[in-house]
Protein backbone atom coordinates (compact mmCIF):
# COMPACT_ATOMS: atom_id res chain seq x y z
CA UNK A 1 0.00 0.00 0.00
CA UNK A 2 2.58 1.92 0.68
CA UNK A 3 4.63 1.84 -2.66
CA UNK A 4 1.23 2.72 -4.60
CA UNK A 5 0.96 6.51 -2.50
CA UNK A 6 4.42 6.45 -3.36
CA UNK A 7 4.35 5.88 -6.94
CA UNK A 8 0.92 8.17 -6.75
CA UNK A 9 2.40 11.04 -5.62
CA UNK A 10 5.38 10.39 -8.28
CA UNK A 11 3.38 10.84 -10.85
CA UNK A 12 1.07 14.10 -9.39
CA UNK A 13 4.52 15.40 -8.70
CA UNK A 14 5.42 14.68 -12.40
CA UNK A 15 2.73 16.21 -14.34
CA UNK A 16 3.06 19.18 -12.18
CA UNK A 17 6.90 19.88 -13.45
CA UNK A 18 6.27 19.44 -17.29
CA UNK A 19 8.89 21.43 -19.37
CA UNK A 20 7.10 24.26 -21.23
CA UNK A 21 4.16 24.87 -18.50
CA UNK A 22 3.49 28.01 -16.51
CA UNK A 23 2.92 29.02 -13.33
CA UNK A 24 0.08 30.30 -11.95
CA UNK A 25 1.95 33.09 -11.38
CA UNK A 26 2.54 34.33 -14.68
CA UNK A 27 0.09 35.66 -17.20
CA UNK A 28 -0.07 36.18 -20.65
CA UNK A 29 -0.31 38.95 -22.83
CA UNK A 30 -3.93 40.01 -24.28
CA UNK A 31 -2.48 41.05 -27.33
CA UNK A 32 -3.73 40.02 -30.80
CA UNK A 33 -2.10 40.26 -33.97
CA UNK A 34 -4.19 41.15 -37.52
CA UNK A 35 -2.58 40.53 -41.03
CA UNK A 36 -4.30 41.05 -44.64
CA UNK A 37 -2.54 39.92 -47.57
CA UNK A 38 -3.63 39.60 -51.14
CA UNK A 39 -2.43 37.45 -53.41
CA UNK A 40 -1.65 37.99 -57.44
CA UNK A 41 0.50 34.88 -58.57
CA UNK A 42 3.70 34.63 -56.83
CA UNK A 43 3.55 37.85 -55.82
CA UNK A 44 2.31 38.41 -51.71
CA UNK A 45 1.13 41.89 -51.66
CA UNK A 46 1.08 43.40 -47.52
CA UNK A 47 -2.14 45.05 -47.08
CA UNK A 48 -2.28 45.33 -43.04
CA UNK A 49 -0.26 44.40 -40.56
CA UNK A 50 -1.05 45.73 -36.94
CA UNK A 51 -1.07 44.41 -33.25
CA UNK A 52 -3.94 44.69 -30.76
CA UNK A 53 -4.18 45.84 -27.01
CA UNK A 54 -0.62 45.90 -26.18
CA UNK A 55 -0.12 47.06 -22.76
CA UNK A 56 2.28 49.40 -21.34
CA UNK A 57 5.61 48.16 -20.54
CA UNK A 58 6.00 46.04 -23.30
CA UNK A 59 8.50 45.40 -25.69
CA UNK A 60 7.11 44.57 -29.36
CA UNK A 61 9.83 43.38 -31.95
CA UNK A 62 9.52 43.17 -35.65
CA UNK A 63 11.92 40.55 -37.21
CA UNK A 64 12.22 40.15 -41.29
CA UNK A 65 14.10 37.58 -42.62
CA UNK A 66 14.82 36.22 -46.51
CA UNK A 67 15.55 37.68 -49.69
CA UNK A 68 14.48 41.58 -50.11
CA UNK A 69 13.47 42.58 -46.35
CA UNK A 70 13.60 45.95 -45.84
CA UNK A 71 15.34 45.54 -42.10
CA UNK A 72 16.30 43.23 -40.01
CA UNK A 73 14.63 43.96 -37.05
CA UNK A 74 12.93 46.88 -35.57
CA UNK A 75 11.87 47.27 -31.66
CA UNK A 76 9.68 49.79 -29.81
CA UNK A 77 9.43 50.07 -26.23
CA UNK A 78 5.39 50.79 -25.52
CA UNK A 79 5.03 53.57 -23.24
CA UNK A 80 1.59 53.51 -22.86
CA UNK A 81 -1.31 51.14 -23.41
CA UNK A 82 -1.99 50.93 -27.63
CA UNK A 83 -4.95 49.43 -28.70
CA UNK A 84 -3.96 49.34 -32.39
CA UNK A 85 -0.21 49.23 -33.61
CA UNK A 86 -0.26 49.93 -36.94
CA UNK A 87 3.13 48.47 -38.71
CA UNK A 88 2.06 48.16 -42.22
CA UNK A 89 3.39 51.57 -42.89
CA UNK A 90 7.34 50.18 -41.90
CA UNK A 91 7.55 47.89 -45.21
CA UNK A 92 8.36 50.66 -48.49
CA UNK A 93 7.09 48.31 -51.03
CA UNK A 94 4.42 46.11 -49.59
CA UNK A 95 5.38 43.59 -52.48
CA UNK A 96 6.61 40.43 -50.05
CA UNK A 97 8.81 37.36 -51.67
CA UNK A 98 8.35 34.16 -51.21
CA UNK A 99 10.69 32.32 -48.81
CA UNK A 100 10.06 35.74 -46.27
CA UNK A 101 9.44 35.35 -42.62
CA UNK A 102 7.86 38.37 -40.33
CA UNK A 103 8.22 37.67 -37.28
CA UNK A 104 5.95 40.14 -34.62
CA UNK A 105 7.67 39.88 -30.98
CA UNK A 106 5.49 41.32 -27.64
CA UNK A 107 7.29 40.52 -24.16
CA UNK A 108 7.16 42.35 -20.89
CA UNK A 109 8.62 41.40 -17.86
CA UNK A 110 6.60 38.90 -15.52
CA UNK A 111 4.15 38.30 -18.37
CA UNK A 112 4.23 35.16 -21.08
CA UNK A 113 4.71 36.93 -24.42
CA UNK A 114 3.29 36.40 -27.96
CA UNK A 115 5.00 35.35 -31.26
CA UNK A 116 3.29 35.68 -34.53
CA UNK A 117 5.22 34.79 -37.73
CA UNK A 118 4.03 34.84 -41.04
CA UNK A 119 6.14 32.56 -43.78
CA UNK A 120 5.44 34.19 -47.39
CA UNK A 121 4.95 31.22 -49.69
CA UNK A 122 5.10 31.34 -53.63
CA UNK A 123 2.11 28.70 -54.58
CA UNK A 124 0.00 29.55 -51.36
CA UNK A 125 -1.40 32.09 -48.91
CA UNK A 126 1.10 32.94 -46.12
CA UNK A 127 1.53 30.73 -43.36
CA UNK A 128 0.66 31.35 -40.06
CA UNK A 129 1.76 30.46 -36.75
CA UNK A 130 1.28 32.24 -32.98
CA UNK A 131 3.33 30.92 -30.05
CA UNK A 132 3.48 32.09 -26.57
CA UNK A 133 7.22 33.43 -25.60
CA UNK A 134 8.84 32.96 -21.97
CA UNK A 135 9.27 35.60 -19.72
CA UNK A 136 12.83 35.78 -20.72
CA UNK A 137 12.44 35.95 -24.32
CA UNK A 138 14.13 32.75 -24.57
CA UNK A 139 12.06 29.97 -25.90
CA UNK A 140 8.50 29.02 -26.01
CA UNK A 141 6.00 27.61 -23.62
CA UNK A 142 2.67 26.44 -23.56
CA UNK A 143 0.33 28.77 -24.36
CA UNK A 144 -2.81 29.80 -21.66
CA UNK A 145 -5.67 30.36 -24.01
CA UNK A 146 -6.49 31.29 -27.20
CA UNK A 147 -6.54 34.89 -28.54
CA UNK A 148 -6.99 36.38 -31.93
CA UNK A 149 -4.94 35.79 -34.38
CA UNK A 150 -6.57 36.72 -37.37
CA UNK A 151 -5.87 36.39 -41.26
CA UNK A 152 -7.59 37.56 -43.96
Known sequence: MRTTK?????IVA????LPGRVSAQEKELPCSSYATFERNG?????IGLALGDVPAGSRVTLNCTGVGCPFREKGFNMKNDVK???LTDMFNDPNLRPGMILELRVTKPGWIGKSYQYEIRSSEDPKTTEKCVSEDGS??????????????
Open 139 to 152: KTVVCLKESGTTQR
Open 42 to 46: SITQL
Open 84 to 86: ILA
Open 6 to 10: LVALA
Open 14 to 17: GLTA
